[in-house]
T-cell receptor, first 113, second 113 residues
Framework: DAGVIQSPRHEVTEMGQEVTLRCKPI?????LFWYRQTMMRGLELLIY????????DSGMPEDRFSAKMPNASFSTLKIQPSEPRDSAVYFC???????????FGAGTRLSVL | SQQGEEDPQALSIQEGENATMNCSYK?????LQWYRQNSGRGLVHLIL?????REKHSGRLRVTLDTSKKSSSLLITASRAADTASYFC?????????????FGKGTTLSVSS
């Protein structure tokens, strides 16, 4: 298995632009997680899905952030409009269940200028 | 909110020495997991210890769990330069369905040759 695949690996955009991050979880995993990592705040859970249904989105910082999981093999995290303080590394992870070992993607490094 | 707190924040040792990292948490847990993150990469799962276990080994890794003190330790024996990375503990709440792993801020380990 190729593991969790995230795209793009790097994204540079200007303030106010829409940003879409993509994630393909490991086949057969039914839980998917989006995290944000910064030096100041560490690794923060933004939202997680179980069987494509959002279970907990309390970590989503603002209405500018939205996430979808239209099917078991694809998820997106969208920021609209983006702001410089959104600059961070965004990770997607998947697991067999929300109580199990998580497998992380390589991350998307987002820079908002 | 972050549950696990690693200590120390940073650790520098020589190759061949042992490295010990500690994690404290606040509420009851189902399990506790340790992950490693190499610079610029995603997190990789190392070991999972359940709340009814006290010690687990995996190769050069030894994890202990003391639920009465709400703490865990990760010991890496005979460290190597390749062990240089950040190490995170993550806890899974024991009393709520639909919870997810909560990560600490990590310990940065530097092993010099």
């Amino acid at each position: 298995d190729a593991g969790v695949i995230q795209s793009p690996r790097h994204e540079v955009t200007e303030m106010g632009q829409e940003v879409t991050l993509r994630c393909k979880p490991i086949s057969g995993h039914n839980s998917l997680f989006w995290y944000r990592q910064t030096m100041m705040r560490g690794l923060e859970l933004l939202i997680y899905f179980n069987n494509n249904v959002p279970i907990d989105d309390s970590g989503m910082p603002e209405d500018r952030f939205s996430a979808k999981m239209p099917n078991a093999s694809f998820s997106t995290l969208k920021i609209q409009p983006s702001e410089p303080r959104d600059s961070a590394v965004y990770f997607c992870a998947s697991s067999l269940g929300d109580w199990d070992i998580q497998y992380f993607g390589a991350g998307t490094r987002l820079s908002v200028l | 909110s972050q549950q696990g707190e690693e200590d120390p924040q940073a650790l520098s040792i020589q190759e061949g020495e042992n490295a010990t990292m500690n994690c404290s948490y606040k509420t009851s847990i189902n399990n506790l997991q340790w992950y490693r993150q190499n610079s610029g990469r995603g997190l990789v799962h190392l070991i999972l210890i359940r709340s009814n276990e006290r010690e687990k080994h995996s190769g050069r890794l030894r994890v202990t769990l003391d639920t009465s003190k709400k703490s865990s330790s990760l010991l890496i024996t005979a460290s190597r330069a390749a062990d240089t990375a950040s190490y995170f503990c993550a806890t899974l709440g024991g009393d709520q369905a639909g919870t997810a792993l909560i990560f600490g801020k990590g310990t940065t380990l530097s092993v010099s040759s």
